[in-house]
C-alpha cells in the first residue's frame, strides 16, 4: 500500500530537481530579468554615496487623477504587483512601484545604513520627481512597516493607507534572542531553491502550491547562482536587522489618514520563529488575532479578513484581495 505514496514522494523530489537545474543565473540587478511595464531609475545620493533607484510608473489613459504606490515585501520586487497593476490601471488610477534599495532592479551596496525612515526618504524622492503630491500606499509584508512609517513621516502626502499581511505587527524582539547581522548573512548565503521553496510552501500556501508561484522562488534561487551572490545576501542580512531592530507597532495610534487592513488570516508569518521553542512560537505570526488587536489600535482603520488564505492575499486569492481594496480606494 505505500508503493503509490513512495512513486510519488519520488517524482516530487525529481519535478524539484529539475526545477532548481533549470534555474537561470540572474544578474544581481535583474538586468537580465523583464519586468511586467517599463522600469525607470532616479538617482538617490545619501550616505556619502550614488544609488540607482528603480521604479515602475504606469499611467493610464483613463487616468482619473488618483495615485496609488505598492510596496513589496522582503522576499520579493516591484514584479510581483503585475497583476495588481492592471486592475488599478483599468480602473483608472495611476499606479507607482518601487524596488526599494537592496531588492529587484535597484543598487545592493556593501556599505549601507538601512532604517526604515531611509527607505522612506527615498520612495518620497520618487514621487516628488514625478510631481505627485497625494497617493494612496498599499504595503505588503515587509512594505506594509514601510507603508506605515512612510505615512507617519509624510501625512500630507499619504491619503490613504493599505496594510495587506503586514509584518510587524508585534515586536518580536521581545520573544527572540537579538542575532547579529553576520548570523542573517551566514544564513542567507547558505540559500539554495530547494530552502526557498520549503519556506514558501509552508510559510506563504499552506502545504499548497500552484505552478504560479514558481515564479517568485526562481527570482530569489536565481541570484544564489550569480558569483556576486554575496552582495544580495549581506543586504538581506540589513534588512532582517532593520525589521527586527525597528518596530512600527508602537506609533500605529499615530497614523492620520484612512486606513484598510487585508489580512489573510491563515498567515503564521514571524521573524526568529526557528530560534525560539515551540511553546513560545505558537504564539507567534497569529493573524486571525493580530489583525484584529492592529485595527483597534490606528484610528480609522477597517479590517477585511480573508479566511484561509496566508501571507500572500493578492497572489493566493487575488478577487478576495483585489474587491476590498477597490472599494476603500473609490
Not at 505598492?70 to 483599468?90: C, D, Q, S
Not at 547579529?180 to 520549503?198: G, M, P, R, T
Not at 519556506?199 to 547562482?225: I, M, R
Request: charged residues 20%.
Amino acid at each position: 500500500m505505500k508503493f503509490p505514496l513512495i512513486i510519488s514522494c519520488l517524482f516530487l523530489s525529481l519535478f524539484s530537481f529539475a526545477q532548481q537545474h533549470q534555474l537561470k543565473e540572474l544578474d544581481i540587478n535583474l538586468k537580465n530579468y523583464k519586468y511586467p511595464f517599463p522600469v525607470h531609475y532616479v538617482t538617490i545620493v545619501t550616505q556619502q554615496q550614488e544609488l540607482q533607484m528603480g521604479y515602475m510608473d504606469v499611467k493610464p489613459d483613463n487616468y482619473n487623477g488618483k495615485n496609488v504606490m505598492l510596496l513589496h515585501g522582503k522576499n520579493f520586487n516591484g514584479a510581483y504587483w503585475k497583476t495588481t497593476i492592471e486592475a488599478l490601471t483599468k480602473k483608472g488610477y495611476r499606479v507607482i512601484v518601487p524596488d526599494q534599495i537592496g531588492f529587484g532592479k535597484s543598487d545592493k551596496p556593501m556599505n549601507f545604513q538601512y532604517s526604515f525612515q531611509q527607505l522612506a526618504t527615498n520612495t518620497k524622492q520618487i514621487l516628488d520627481g514625478l510631481g505627485i503630491q497625494k497617493v494612496a500606499v498599499l504595503g505588503h509584508s515587509m512594505g506594509g512597516m514601510l507603508a506605515t512609517r512612510f505615512a507617519l513621516m509624510y501625512p500630507e502626502t499619504v491619503e490613504k493607507l493599505i496594510l495587506e499581511n503586514p509584518i510587524g505587527l508585534e515586536d518580536w524582539k521581545l520573544k527572540v534572542p537579538y542575532k547579529e547581522v553576520d548570523w542573517w548573512c551566514k544564513n542567507e548565503l547558505a540559500q539554495s531553491y530547494e530552502k526557498i521553496k520549503k519556506y514558501q510552501l509552508e510559510s506563504y500556501y499552506d502545504g499548497k502550491w500552484k505552478p504560479e508561484y514558481d515564479e517568485w522562488v526562481n527570482l530569489l534561487a536565481g541570484w544564489t547562482l550569480n558569483p556576486d551572490f554575496k552582495k544580495y545576501a549581506w543586504n538581506a542580512a540589513l534588512t532582517y536587522d532593520m525589521i527586527f531592530t525597528q518596530p512600527v507597532v508602537y506609533e500605529f495610534q499615530n497614523i492620520k489618514c484612512p486606513t484598510l487592513l487585508l489580512i489573510g488570516t491563515r498567515d503564521r508569518t514571524a521573524l526568529g520563529k526557528p530560534l525560539v521553542s515551540e511553546e513560545v512560537r505558537k504564539t507567534m505570526g497569529l493573524y486571525e488575532n493580530l489583525g484584529k488587536e492592529t485595527q483597534k489600535k490606528i484610528p480609522n482603520a477597517k479590517l477585511v479578513e480573508i479566511p484561509n488564505i496566508g501571507h500572500m492575499p493578492h497572489i493566493e486569492r487575488f478577487e478576495s484581495f483585489i474587491q476590498p481594496l477597490v472599494s476603500f480606494l473609490n
